[in-house]
């Protein structure tokens, strides 16, 4: 019979999370103050916990994950290594169509892997509440499931273009005992000076942040904190087990080599998740093209300068040196709602310089038919964000068709969208369009970095 | 580290499935024509295709799983078996408590078991399009996905209540390519009768069969077949895979002797799955509790006769040996739309006559209360139909805490709850309420067997 996967026992998932600050060829850039001056531990202390931030500032390679995180991730971990072999025979092509498939998990995306290690670091340092934002619910859904099981109070600032169009991922955190609020909100000052300007604001992740930083920041009693579910340097940490599991996978099948890996790109931590581990071989003379995919709306990687900007719109959080929109853009209204945020993370922007990934960005409609050729033949309907990795691992087949040779493709199925399912509705009824970001508003994007440091990488020699 | 979940791969798969027909101590009672008469294959021939009836008549134990369908399962099977022991800790029970997480599947459920079997073997047999109905959307998703697999077109009569609570259903049935329709419709004769009597009906399983049985039986092309979703003898053997995985995976770990085997039960399906196979050790003379768990609103097993009655309101179907409410009784409108069945399947009705089974019935509010308590320790959110099964379980597991008895529970755990997540709203609302079938309405109900052949077990000896 042939086999269309490769699973890990309990006691086969990885020890050790892999850290990519250890092995970029040049050292990350630090965050700074908007002075430019660097950000010290100590001020990120109001904000998250101390056993986090010395995760996000750590320049070791390999970092321990704790028996209790492990024996949480074993609920839905190992996730499986699929081959598909269904739409490899659908589209004719010689590859070989690997992906590894993280829509298992409770809440039904790979936002648990972090989310699990956050709430049990933040219950570890005494935190009772965390505070979150999140966009099309995924990440908020996941701190949810983590906090019901290791017992912390939860509260989601929710994207409102989201919070009514999924309202299915808000009844999921509701399941799981949390609190959500459709951001903005009058529930802070960020929100309530978003409003005043817009009352129909549909929100955004940047919006969102600063609201759910300025609650964490703001409670005087000290025990809530904030939790972030992508861009920094610990939440991609948490997300490695994802490459690392298909590293053991692939070799568990002989399959020696990889030769494209292929993510979706919001904040950046799904991808990350499964090429950072990656990116080492590649680092170590390894020949892999890994291709980060992001939407045509939102072109970080593929268009956005390399600069210091805040990770949210109210400009609370530290500068972040990334690839950006700008901290005041507005995604327009897609459905990978996911995706929808102004910068990328700092980790993987920097191996955007570096020229160690090759991003891409696709429109939506495009997405959209891959997701829908994906369910049709090999059976389980992506998330939206996801199929804009399926629109890049089809054109990859395709060529690979073309040019007579037998690719090993790798991508991370991010999660599935049974609660996205309103938007393959509009989709059928021809009530999506696509979007591309016009040049104005890239530039119009600029005039906002005037005043903050340069990001500039620092080769050696 | 704590193993919490036990794997197989691929080829460790059941290769046939097991016919509880073989072992009954007495034989099983054929389905009749109104006159008594006995059904014969060739009568059934313009509903099914003839290698399902052959299936459905078999006596064999033991029947061949051909490779295409091994090849079709194995894209979410084997399931994974989790130990609870989360919940195990919340109660304090010194119960081993073990589950088949069957919502791994595409659809999210235990239904593809037989949907990809059923599809194979239509399209095998030359069927062009298969016509079915379906309650919660859990066996009409099912079909429609095992349906774009195998390359047949998918028509789907949904219970007009859940297309309206749970749209999320039928816009999965679409993502897969498959046209669902609200029943009562006007589709029919079946559909046109029912809308007469009252334009408001809420709908019914049994009324959904009698218009996908119609739509079938009178395609002139005589490529159209039905397709149902349980009851049926060859229904239930496909879902047998469940329960002989799972002996396979408590082997593995050592675990010799299942005290209680539990499954919630509608038309008997995903019970069966799960229990048949464990029935055939406690007919060889094993010491095990099989618990089926249906809803006090819609209690066949546990209160309603042994007859022979139809499958469907209009009457389309054979007389069936079973329990029945009456083929024309319409449940309260509970949110465990797979339960809302007036019969059950003769096998399982059959063991309840044996003494084999030992049914127990729970109301709505208890089983959200453990289906809460569940995703809150397990984290995965079970659909309403499991969460009857849960009951039975959160209570098997404090008696043998107050006993102190170390037993082992095995329960299946036959779908995730994400699409019902409305349902779970409606529960924290304090919008839900308990319904108790009424004495008068059960006998209401019996008058509908009068002319009815008698149902008697032919006990030998």
Redesign the interface.
Known sequence: ?????V?L???EIPRQWYNLAADLPSPPLPPLAPDGTPITPEMLAPVFPMNLIEQEVSPQRWIDIP?EI??LL???RPSPLFRAR?LERALGTPARIYYKHEG?S?P?SHKPNTAVAQAWYNKQFGVKRVVTETGAGQWGSALA?AS??VGLECLVFMVRVSFDQKP?RR??M????CNCIPSPSKETQAGRTILQQDPESPGSLGIAISEAVETAVSDGSGQTRYSLGSVLNHVLLHQTVIGLEAKKQLEKIGEKQVDVVIGCVGGGSNFAGLAFPFLYDKICGANIEVVPVEPTSCPTLTRAPFVYDHGDTARMTPLLAMHSLGHSFVPAPIHAGGLRYHGVAPLVSHAAMEGLIAPRSYSQLRCFEAA?QW???????PAPETSHALAAVVDEAIKAREEGQERVILFNWSGHG??D??S??AF?RGKLTDYVLPEEDLKRAMAEFAGHPKAELHKEG
Chains 1, 2 share one sequence.
């Open positions: 019979m042939e086999q269309i996967k699973l026992n309990d006691d028996e492990l024996a074993t609920i839905w269904r298992m409770p039904g499931f019901a099981l299915y009844l999921m509701e399941a799981w005992g829908v369910a049709r033949t090999e059976g389980y309907i049974l609660l399912l309103a393959y509705d059928f």
